[in-house]
């Protein structure tokens, strides 16, 4: 059974131009057990509808703002918890095997 996940610890992004049509996004997978200790973050991309790459990401919570920002400022737009069905509708599907796959990785 996978874990259920908690969607205000996720960010997802959608960025079309062109013929470009990527999501990315970042889940909080495990909080630091201090201020000073960084966090666990599954990152996620790929072209929407199509199996998204991860990689596990440990930082703190200031550099995954960086990062948003980035990505941001690269044309994603971030996509708010009410829309995500309509752009992307496997999203919580997908969001709970990404989560759980990676957290057997920590």
């Given at each position: 059974m996978?874990?259920?996940v908690d969607l205000d610890s996720a960010f997802v992004s959608w960025c079309?131009?062109?013929t470009s049509d990527k999501v990315w996004g970042s889940i909080k997978l495990r909080n630091?057990?201090?201020f000073?200790?960084?966090n666990s973050y599954v990152t996620f991309w790929g072209r929407r509808g199509a199996?998204?790459?991860t990689k596990i990401v440990k930082c703190d919570t200031?550099?995954?703002a960086q990062l948003?920002?980035?990505k941001e400022a690269k044309g994603y737009l971030a996509v708010a918890t009410e829309d995500l069905d309509t752009v992307y509708p496997e999203f919580e599907d997908d969001l709970k095997k990404?989560?759980?796959w990676n957290l057997l990785k920590l």
């Open positions: 996978a874990p259920k079309r131009e062109g630091g057990t201090n000073w200790e960084d199996k998204l790459q200031w550099t995954m948003i920002h980035k990404t989560a759980f």
